[in-house]
DNA sequence: ACTTATTAGTTGCGAATGTGACTATTTACG
DNA sequence: CGTAAATAGTCACATTCGCAACTAATAAGT
């Protein structure tokens, strides 16, 4: 299952058409940035995501508004978007259902009635304080592989790929056309 | 718009029923290994996925297939999967649509006729040879940032996060119930 | 050999997601 | 003030995704 397939299997120098270097590829999929960035995140979220949708049957966004609520207070809805990166309707719908679950209350703000203010209700509270430890040590024993004396230099490099990353996305969004 | 929110704002300790620890949360979504491996992977996949999509209206599953057929020549489709990390049906579903666009084509396996045996067409490695290059330094330019210093570290405590994340996922996987 | 179990790949279906349009409200500005 | 621009949030729509069921083909067990 992770064994990543011998390649010499089938590829024989059989002189298919367009079927060139095995070997020497200009890229490699297994060593491409953007590639390894996104399976260790998937792995890690698949991984941990499993353990709250068992307990209490919510996904990522659940999840994400709920840590986000426990750790300011009360919040409008699009602060929860902005600090948990997610797009507004994922944030909509994810209050919608945490409220339905009666695990997030919403009371209006007189000051301005386009937003409410979101806070997690008892229930809710219960849930977070629950599912922080096990977010906690799972987050531990994820992070624990990681070499002591390689820790800082992978904060440091995971902290400017984010910062770059952001700069690519914003950068490709202008771009409408060609180059 | 990249501006994380200041939190004192609205979080104002006005003694809402269940809300209360505001700075000293037990956890901090924005430190949150799992949380910011997604949040990069995102972001570096949604900057490239935009440069391949413009030039040639394909998404990430069809350009990983494309890559991966790119580097190994002939394959079947479960070895794609394998080697790309996807699930079997969105291999065949990225492979159904780059064989309508003339950029994938299949040919039947004689000693196994339940599978088929994928490659590039000349269409298909003139899109893959325009794409290389680019990828190719769309990840330079991310990867650039890291400090060399800290390139190594990186490189082993990403390998490490990988390994370890799949392993949790396949325990959480087992733990079909409870603790 | 023949019956059963595996495997490669596809498809149907429901859930999740992003985009864009839309509503309600607030702010800017003339 | 009063009209236009901006903002918070929801909703409808189309797309994407993963799971489960299914088909076709091969391998294993007896």
């Not at 260790?40 to 995501?49: K, P």
């Not at 945490?98 to 203010?117: C, F, G, I, K």
């Amino acid at each position: 299952m992770a064994t990543p397939v011998s390649p010499s299997d089938s590829s024989a120098p059989k002189a298919a058409p367009a079927n060139a270097a095995p070997a020497d590829a200009a890229l490699k999929l297994e060593e491409f940035l953007p590639y390894r960035l996104n399976v260790v995140a998937s792995l890690a979220s698949q991984a941990l995501s499993k353990v709250y949708a068992k307990r209490y049957g919510i996904g990522v966004p659940e999840w994400r508004v709920l840590v986000t609520l426990g750790q300011y207070g009360v919040m409008t809805g699009k602060a929860v978007g902005a600090h948990s990166h997610m797009h507004k309707t994922k944030v909509s719908r994810a209050v919608a259902l945490l409220e339905q679950r009666q695990l997030v209350a919403r009371r209006a703000n007189d000051a301005d009635m386009r937003e409410s203010l979101l806070s997690l209700t008892e229930t809710g509270r219960g849930v977070y304080d629950d599912l922080v430890p096990i977010a906690v040590d799972f987050a531990h024993r994820l992070g624990e592989v990681i070499d002591p004396a390689d820790r800082a230099a992978f904060e440091r490099a995971l902290r400017k790929l984010t910062d770059r990353s952001a700069e690519l996305a914003a950068e490709a969004a202008l771009h409408r056309n060609d180059t």
